[in-house]
């Protein structure tokens, strides 16, 4: 896949290891958001997937990054964020992107739930080969 | 790290506020305190102010479902107060509709749903 940046975004990464980095995560998006002048409802619906995909990537992919930062397209601007991990991947997508589908002993609105509230979200995936999910959220 | 919120006590309503972003295990802290509170105390109410929270995920909302239900079997109410309206407009997207939970505006208003009748107070 095509990472989100283009030449002069350089985005910040952070370590995604133990359940107190999905704070800084946390915050670390919300000044992005705040930088780049979401409304203060894409501010914080940008924030809560990026909350979700964070513990998704910590319990689900045994650990990895989030890489954040500002972006631009089309004369828009907007924040993303991407979530990486080498764990096992996922074998059914459709399966993992339905609303209250668990494996575990969440709720199963990480996945679909962080797809309605961003902009563009996109999962790449593969038994073995670990998980990315790239979220964006536009300004509108 | 089992850092956990204080749980203050007023005749037989607990209420907690949730001043900072949690991290999870303080999450499941409270959940469990409570649980805990309501017994010790024989608690008749609880109220969460989350006033101060800027974002409401799925594992903060489970928690608040889940003390919903534990206090109804333990002959107690939960109202959560002060949820802001961009974290609500956020939750209900997120597929999170927080059915079981009572909600009110602030904490006064809690406290008022927590004095009212059981009938008509809370759903
Ligand atoms: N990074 C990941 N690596 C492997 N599996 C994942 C990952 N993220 C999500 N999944 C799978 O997708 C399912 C649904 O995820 P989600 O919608 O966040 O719900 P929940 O976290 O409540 O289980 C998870 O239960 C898990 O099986
Ligand atoms: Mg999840």
Redesign the pocket.
């Known amino acids: 896949m095509t990472a989100p940046w283009t030449a002069g975004e350089d985005p910040q990464v952070h370590p995604i290891a133990r359940s107190g980095d999905l704070v800084h995560i946390r915050q670390a998006i919300r000044t992005l958001s705040q930088e780049c002048r979401l409304s203060l409802v894409d501010q914080t619906k940008m924030i809560t997937a990026a909350s ?1 995909l964070a ?3 910590l ?3 045994g650990g990895g990054t989030v890489s954040s930062g500002l972006v631009s397209a089309n004369g828009k601007r907007g924040v993303a964020a991407v979530f990486e ?1 080498s ?4 074998a059914d997508v459709e399966q ?1 992107m339905t609303d209250g ?4 002993g ?7 739930g962080a797809r309605r509230l961003v902009d563009d979200f996109q999962l790449v995936t593969a038994p073995g080969e670990g ?1 990315t999910v790239t979220i964006i959220k536009w300004v509108r | 790290m089992s850092e956990r919120l204080p749980i203050l006590r007023i005749g037989d309503i607990l209420l907690v506020s949730v001043q900072f972003d949690l991290e999870d295990q303080m999450v499941l802290n409270l959940q469990e305190d409570l649980a805990n509170e309501i017994v010790a105390k024989s608690a008749r109410g609880v109220v969460i102010d989350i006033s101060a929270l800027e974002i409401v995920d ?1 594992f903060v909302g489970r928690m608040l479902a889940t003390v919903a239900a534990i206090s109804r079997v333990l002959d107690a109410r939960t109202v959560v107060v002060g949820m802001r309206p961009a974290v609500a407009i956020t939750l209900v997207e997120l597929g999170l509709s927080l059915g079981g939970v009572s909600t009110a505006l602030d904490l006064e208003k809690g406290l008022a749903k927590l004095r009212q009748p059981t009938s008509s107070a809370l759903r």
């Open positions: 979700e513990r998704n990537t319990i689900y992919g991990d764990g096992p991947g996922i993992a589908w668990t494996s575990g969440g709720l199963g609105l990480g996945l679909s998980t | 799925s």
